[in-house]
């Protein structure tokens, strides 16, 4: 089998995580802050170190402004409604997910405005676009990092910079970067970052993040226990356990620890350059084949590691279905959860396949997928 769907959940996981996951089950079974002596010891050194781990990784001094949630959606969720009230005004983009799509449409229907900033054919904005979009109710400005449906990768540091002009908070949407391009929270990023653990950190699903910058009063989305300050039925209003009410999912937590390190020993550099690569070598080897149609920007260096496209007429599932029978490639057909990205690039008719690689992808692979596209497109006449 060649695996070539790591846009939606990364396959194989960093070497390691399954065991640590395994073990904390079995060995660190209680609860971080809840239980006494080793048994709760060992759940809470778990959280501490994947925590450290994470703000090490996105070059952040301070590991409490990381909350630990179970994915990006959580996270996005959590900045979005624990920011924006009615009257606000958000500037976004065409390209995002249904983790952004979905709430600020809710929001828009309690009176939040929202501007969205043009992406055509798929591809990233001009960062200038986003200085025209502000007003003087403009509260936040959310983009995704890079498409999940196109690849493009958006301009992230330019967009901080005129976020951190005009003093609009910047929430950006990693779920497709954390791990295989380089993001750095010092020195004037994102105000607040989401992220998912399942993808680029080669970890678990139900793990992820987000990034808190100490000078924004983001509200909870739930409350509850968070075993600290248990005789008070007010929420505690120290980071991270603000945000963090119920009990955490250690086995994941710890299984996502294993997968940052290993992205950290490897280095999201090289990462970046791997995968860079093999998408270029994906792009050469289709760029010219008739009846095939790849979306998104033509330089590998423009996009993150996956590419989407359609083959002449032929429906996206049914070239999907034959990439998996007749030659064991997995891929994503469809619309990807974001229709927005899809009305961009124009196929919100169809929807695309899309093939998306990992730092364990190989060049061999790569090669085997492009000559199965030619070959389902030689006969999609």
């Known amino acids: 089998m060649i695996y070539l769907d790591n846009a939606a959940t990364a396959y194989p996981k960093a070497p390691g995580v399954a065991q640590a996951m395994a073990d904390c089950i079995e060995h660190a079974a209680g609860g971080p802050g809840r239980s006494f002596g080793a048994f709760g010891e060992g759940p809470a050194r778990i959280v501490f170190e994947t925590r450290q781990a994470l703000a090490d990784l996105f070059g ?14 959580y996270s996005l969720n959590l900045a979005l409604q624990g920011l924006l009230r009615p009257g606000d005004h958000v500037v976004t983009t065409g390209l995002e997910h249904n983790a952004v799509s979905r709430p600020l449409t809710h929001l828009r229907a309690q009176g939040i405005q929202i501007t969205r900033v043009a992406c055509p054919g798929g591809l990233s904005p001009e960062p200038g676009a986003f200085r025209e979009a502000l007003r003087s109710t403009t509260r936040l400005i959310a983009v995704v990092h890079a498409s999940n449906v196109s690849g493009a ?48 950190l080669l970890g678990p699903p139900g793990t992820g993040g987000l990034f808190i910058d100490p000078s924004l009063d983001v509200q909870p989305l739930c409350r509850g226990g968070t075993g600290s300050r248990s005789f008070s039925d007010e929420q505690p209003t120290d980071r991270p356990d603000r945000y963090e009410s119920g009990t955490p999912n250690v086995p994941g937590i710890a299984g996502l620890g294993v997968g ?32 095939v149609s790849i979306y998104g920007p033509r330089a590998a260096e423009e996009r993150v590691g996956l590419v989407s496209l359609n ?28 229709p927005w990205a899809h009305e961009s690039q124009g196929t919100l008719d169809r929807g695309a396949v899309r ?6 992808t190989t060049e061999e692979e790569i090669e085997q997928a492009a000559r199965a596209i030619r070959e389902i497109a030689a006969h999609a006449g």
């Open 60 to 73: 952040w001094p301070d590991p409490t402004d990381i909350v630990l949630t179970s994915g990006a959606t």
């Open 260 to 291: 940052v390190r290993f992205v950290a020993q490897r280095g999201v550099t090289d990462i970046r350059a791997h995968e860079t690569r093999l998408i270029d070598r994906l792009l050469s080897e289709l760029g010219a084949v008739p009846n």
């Open 355 to 360: 093939l998306s690689v990992s730092p364990l």
């Open 311 to 338: 083959v002449g007429d032929v429906d996206p599932a049914e070239v999907g279905l034959r990439l998996e029978r007749e030659y064991g490639i997995i891929t994503r057909c469809g619309f990807h959860c974001a």
């Open 153 to 200: 990768l958006l301009p992230l540091t330019e967009i901080s910079a005129i976020a951190r002009e005009a003093d609009v908070p910047l929430l950006a949407d990693a779920s497709q970067t954390a791990g295989g391009v380089p993001i750095s929270l010092a020195g004037g990023g994102p105000h607040l970052l989401a992220f998912t653990g399942h993808k680029g």
